[in-house]
T-cell receptor, first 114, second 115 residues
Framework: DVKVTQSSRYLVKRTGEKVFLECVQDMDHENMFWYRQDPGLGLRLIYFSYDVKMKEKGDIPEGYSVSREKKERFSLILESASTNQTSMYLC?????????????FGPGTRLTVL | AQTVTQSQPEMSVQEAETVTLSCTYDTSESNYYLFWYKQPPSRQMILVIRQEAYKQQNATENRFSVNFQKAAKSFSLKISDSQLGDTAMYFCAFMKNQAGTALIFGKGTTLSVSS
């Protein structure tokens, strides 16, 4: 069974803290993604990675960075957390094979920055 | 740039009835995929149904079916025989048929099914 896991379901941090959100997939997928979900805005892409050590900015990369040192793990880093980064963060992964385009999602991390 | 629009922020339906969720998209691409994802309250996002743009036949998955109108750039989701477990937020999403590309989501429609 396909599985994407995220390190925490709920997280509370202070303004200015460095925050790490971890995502792991066990499906040998090439592509991994970080989205941010806010009410009324849907899901917006922060960063994605199509291979180890490769990354591409999404629509809202400001204030975030990512790391992908191993194929199965994709980390989202908030260098200095701010209150406007309070949100639900969703990780997803997918294969790169032609014709296979489904993304599989993790359970999400609800981050609150105080 | 591609955009996805879901014009119905909220909908409600009675159990056993049929409901249709609307989605329109804008793209200049000819080869792409369209998806409907479901996010139940406090639960994981899961794929409901997908449609390849090159296929004229509308996709179906049990009680879920789509009406794909490529020329009109419309991709609606029909849920037949609605069940309480269908209560969720539904997202329409677009993806180019190209390796290493991300989904572009609509803002979602919250569907409530009542008994």
């Amino acid at each position: 069974d396909v599985k994407v896991t995220q390190s925490s379901r709920y997280l509370v941090k202070r303004t200015g803290e460095k925050v790490f959100l971890e995502c792991v997939q066990d499906m040998d997928h090439e592509n991994m993604f970080w989205y941010r979900q806010d009410p009324g805005l849907g899901l917006r892409l922060i960063y994605f990675s199509y291979d180890v050590k490769m990354k591409e900015k999404g629509d809202i990369p400001e204030g975030y960075s990512v790391s992908r040192e191993k194929k199965e793990r994709f980390s989202l880093i908030l260098e200095s957390a701010s209150t406007n980064q309070t949100s639900m963060y969703l990780c997803a992964s997918s294969l790169s094979l032609a014709g296979v385009r489904e993304q599989f999602f993790g359970p999400g991390t609800r981050l609150t920055v105080l | 740039a591609q955009t996805v629009t879901q014009s119905q922020p909220e909908m409600s339906v009675q159990e056993a009835e049929t409901v249709t969720l609307s989605c329109t998209y804008d793209t200049s691409e000819s080869n792409y995929y369209l998806f409907w994802y479901k996010q139940p309250p406090s639960r994981q996002m899961i794929l409901v149904i997908r449609q390849e743009a090159y296929k004229q036949q509308n996709a179906t998955e049990n009680r879920f079916s789509v009406n794909f109108q490529k020329a009109a750039k419309s991709f609606s989701l029909k849920i037949s025989d609605s069940q309480l477990g269908d209560t969720a937020m539904y997202f329409c999403a677009f993806m180019k048929n190209q390796a290493g590309t991300a989904l572009i989501f609509g803002k979602g429609t919250t569907l409530s099914v009542s008994s």
